[in-house]
């Protein structure tokens, strides 16, 4: 498969700015876009997304575009990387600009807040014309795939031409991609693990240690398991990079902002004193309300995501939260 010429991407937070410095490492043409103008003119002056990546070098390839028009005219590839809250907006916003020969991916992770709907489920209510789409997911932090360390990760899409395609983009001597057709497994892994690694945060900020971190980390899988079956996902794509091994980064890794967010919280922080700490978008904070909406429609049973749900907007504390759930009912584990 021929590696594409030229990619766009929206969203230059760390995210966005270290998948395109990876397409752009491979000397595909590489337009990134940002809401804020004036800090695309400061990253096209330093040549460096000086927020979030200070310390990576924009490759020759990659420039900063404001236009959005300009954009979709660079290239047939759309890579949307916009916290979950905006990505409904960012595909309106694209909409006039696009037509049937583009090709639309994304890398956000998470679900719409007021309708818990999944990602792909707004590009198919909101961009009729784009019948070739797919998302990008797996155990990736930004920081390490700019610095060019060994990576995985998964591309599902609708076809296989644009799996393989997209695959071919990514792929180089330290950077690994698999292909799949499972969009809601992949979708489903990347949510629902950002609020599981909340949990496992508060487990850690509270002291409690090892023990409790991997029984939630495993009876967090199960909760993945469960709606991904009701959701008609494949399980071995929830056991791949895009489920258990995104789960398991994002729960046991200080680089996760959801990890981050559970630690302050277990350590006595609010909510919105923590995410100010944060200083960036932490998607589990937004995706745990969704997700409940989700399970209570599959009729699927998610105690630690109901848990953080909780804490975060019923003002239960994290002490209290943990006795609830280890005080439930015995039942077999499976």
């Given at each position: 498969?021929?590696?594409?010429?030229?990619?766009?991407?929206?969203?230059?937070?760390?995210?966005?700015?270290?998948?395109?410095?990876?397409?752009?490492?491979?000397?595909?043409?590489?337009?990134l876009w940002?809401?804020?103008?004036?800090?695309?003119?400061?990253?096209?002056?330093?040549?460096?997304?000086?927020?979030?990546?200070?310390?990576?070098?924009?490759?020759?390839?990659?420039?900063?575009?404001?236009?959005?028009?300009?954009?979709?005219?660079?290239?047939?590839?759309?890579?949307?990387?916009?916290?979950s809250h905006g990505f409904r907006d960012l595909l309106l916003a694209l909409k006039p600009h696009l037509n049937t020969k583009h090709k639309l991916l994304w890398a956000t992770k998470g679900l719409e807040l007021n309708s818990g709907k999944l990602l792909h489920q707004l590009v198919e209510e909101t961009l009729p014309q784009i019948t070739n789409y797919g998302l990008v997911s797996g155990p990736t932090f930004a920081a390490?795939?700019?610095?060019?360390?060994?990576?995985?990760?998964?591309v599902a899409a609708t076809s296989l031409s644009l799996a393989e395609e997209t695959a071919a983009a990514f792929q180089s001597d330290k950077y690994r991609v698999?292909?799949?057709?499972d969009i809601v497994g992949v979708e489903l892994g990347?949510?629902?693990?950002?609020?599981?690694?909340?949990?496992?945060?508060?487990?850690?900020?509270?002291?409690?240690?090892?023990?409790?971190?991997?029984?939630?980390i495993t009876r967090g899988f199960a909760e993945i398991i469960r709606l991904g079956q009701a959701m008609g996902a494949k399980s071995e794509t929830l056991m791949g990079l895009s489920g258990i091994g995104d789960l398991i980064l994002t729960c046991t890794d200080d680089q996760s902002r959801n990890r981050q967010l559970g630690l302050a919280l277990g350590a006595g922080?609010?909510?919105?004193?923590?995410?100010?700490?944060?200083?960036?978008?932490?998607?589990?904070?937004?995706?745990?309300?969704?997700?409940?909406?989700?399970?209570?429609?599959?009729?699927?049973?998610?105690?630690?995501?109901?848990?953080?749900?909780?804490?975060?907007?019923?003002?239960?504390?994290?002490?209290?939260?943990?006795?609830?759930?280890?005080?439930?009912?015995?039942?077999?584990?499976?």
């Open positions: 498969m021929s590696r594409p010429e030229h990619f766009s991407v929206y969203g230059a937070g760390s995210w966005g700015t270290a998948l395109a410095i990876q397409l752009s490492r491979n000397g595909i043409s590489t337009r940002g809401h804020r103008s004036d800090r695309l003119d400061c990253y096209s002056r330093e040549r460096k997304n000086t927020d979030y990546l200070p310390d990576a070098d924009f490759p020759a390839s990659l420039h900063c575009e404001k236009d959005l028009s300009e954009l979709t005219q660079h290239s047939q590839y759309q890579l949307v990387v916009v916290p390490e795939v700019a610095k060019g360390l060994p990576t995985a990760m998964t698999y292909t799949s057709d990347g949510a629902v693990k950002n609020v599981l690694a909340i949990a496992a945060g508060i487990a850690d900020g509270l002291g409690f240690g090892a023990n409790a971190r991997t029984a939630l922080k609010t909510l919105s004193q923590a995410v100010e700490d944060i200083g960036q978008a932490v998607e589990g904070a937004k995706t745990s309300q969704s997700i409940n909406q989700l399970a209570q429609r599959a009729g699927v049973e998610m105690p630690i995501c109901f848990a953080v749900h909780q804490i975060l907007y019923e003002n239960l504390s994290p002490n209290d939260a943990v006795e609830a759930l280890i005080s439930r009912r015995t039942k077999s584990e499976f």
